[in-house]
Every structure is written in C-alpha cells, then in structure tokens.
C-alpha cells in the first residue's frame, strides 16, 4: 500500500501561485510514477501533469504546459505541483496519485490521496 496526503491548496486571486505537495509514504517502490489530476465540479477528472520518480522526467497537460511545473524530493518522498498564472478555470480538486508508469489515464493509477482545493478567483 502507498499512502499519499496533498496540501498546498487555498484560494487565490487570477493570475496568482499555488504550491501543492504530495508526501508519499508506505510502499513507495512499488509505484515509478506519480500523477496529478483535478476535478472541477460537474466535470470529468482529467490529468494535469506527471513524473518518474527515478529520471525525474515530466509530462503535462497542454492546458497547463509553461504555467504548471511537476518536480520531486526522492529523499522525502514527496512531489510537487508549482502552479502559476493561476486562471479561473483551474479552478478544482486536485489530486496526486501513484502507478507504475506515466499515463493520462486516472484508472492505471493505484492509489490516490484525497485531494485539495484550490480556487482561483476572477
């Protein structure tokens, strides 16, 4: 089991910044990547950005490339969503998760923390 708690999230006004953390803990080799997704309300819960754990390699989402950066602490088991140009839109739950490899899918992940608001307002 992998246990993954966020914080970081808050309100903020547009075009503001947001640091989310996500501490891992538990069986973390088992699981090579980790996800982030957000949910607004009403719609779908879509990926936002991703990362190896080993290669720190990183994925986004086209909706979120050059304003959102995806990073990691091996040694405290923890990775980091820094969100920047926050728009209304982003507005959602955003949530981290554990796999085995890098997908878009929210299904392929095995653990998911519980998630953290953040509101940007207009």
């Known amino acids: 089991q992998v246990q993954l708690v966020e914080s970081g999230g808050g309100t903020v006004q547009s075009g503001g910044s947001l640091r989310l953390s996500c501490a891992a803990s538990g069986r973390t080799f088992s699981s090579r990547a980790m996800g982030w997704f957000r949910q607004a309300p009403g719609k779908e819960r879509e990926f936002v950005a991703a990362i190896v754990w080993s290669t720190g390699t990183t994925y986004y989402a086209d909706s979120v490339k050059g304003r959102f950066t995806v990073s990691r602490d091996n040694a405290k088991n923890t990775v980091y969503l820094q969100t920047n140009s926050l728009k209304p839109e982003d507005t959602a739950v955003y949530y981290c998760?554990?796999?085995?490899?890098?997908?878009?899918?929210?299904?392929?992940?095995?653990?998911w923390g519980q998630g953290t608001q953040v509101t940007v307002s207009s």
């Open positions: 998760a554990a796999g085995l490899r890098v997908t878009t899918t929210s299904a392929e992940y095995s653990y």
